[in-house]
């Protein structure tokens, strides 16, 4: 079974230019997540999609940030106007589990990441 | 709120020593709790998990249990090997409709022949 894809592994900008990271979760997993992991500290969830619905974005700065899952299986996560603060690494992971459907199953399955660097 | 504290690491021990790597947790409700590994260059991958008090996840030859009375969910392994260096992070689930996995910190592990 195919795991949890992204790309670019590794990218280096500019502060104030924009990037895109892009995610293909595992086959048939409707829950997506976006998650932002600062060097030093744990993964910081920035986004949740159910199939290609938000189910939390509370902790995703708007104001630079955005993220979609059209058709509800790849996502693409922009940041534009980009900080040096968002150097970091980006995960993206997918489950099999369904937001409100009860119960505490459903492991999640992480990529290898996307590092970005902001000079 | 809800939130997962580990030790800080490097953890620096020889081949074949025992291994503890403390957590605890704060939540509300029960959650389930997890510990994640993530080898050099690689994604994060499930350790092992504990969905309920007194259960006891185990794999690989990692071992952790639930303790709901003192909130904690400490990692140990009788015996390292130099392969197990990476970084190790604890996390908990929450009970809430999110089921948002919320991770500490992590603790790095090195292991030398």
């Given at each position: ?12 900008i ?13 086959s048939g ?13 744990g993964p ?17 700065p708007?104001?630079r ?25 980006y ?7 369904k ?5 505490n199953?459903g492991?999640?399955f992480?990529?290898e990441?996307?590092?970005?660097t902001?000079? | ?8 690491g490097?953890?620096?021990l ?21 510990w ?10 499930l ?6 008090a007194?259960?006891k ?19 140990e ?28 910190s992590?603790?790095r ?5």
């Open positions: 079974e195919a795991g949890v894809a992204q790309s670019p592994r590794y990218k280096i500019e502060k104030r230019q924009s990037v895109a990271f892009w995610c293909n979760p595992i997993h409707a829950t997506l997540y976006w998650y932002q992991q600062i060097l030093g500290q910081k969830l920035l986004i949740q999609f159910q199939n290609n619905g938000v189910v939390d974005d509370s902790q995703l708007k104001d940030f955005s993220a979609e899952r059209l058709k509800g299986v790849d996502s693409t996560l922009k940041i534009q106007p980009a900080k040096l603060e968002d150097s970091a690494v995960l993206c992971a997918s489950s099999s589990l937001h409100g459907t009860g119960g199953t492991e999640l992480f990529g990441g996307s590092r970005l902001v000079l | 709120g809800n939130s997962v504290t580990q030790m800080e490097p953890v620096t020889s081949e074949e020593a025992f291994l503890t790597i403390n957590c605890t947790y704060t939540a509300t409700g029960y959650p389930s709790l997890f994640y590994v993530q080898y050099p260059g690689e994604g994060l991958q350790l092992l998990k504990a969905t309920k007194d259960d996840g185990s794999n690989k030859g990692f071992e952790a249990t639930y303790r709901k009375e003192t909130t904690s969910f400490h990692l392994k009788g015996s390292v090997q130099v392969s197990d260096s990476a970084v190790y992070f604890c996390a908990l689930r929450r009970m809430d409709s999110s089921y948002k996995l919320i991770f500490g992590g603790t592990l090195l292991v030398r022949p």
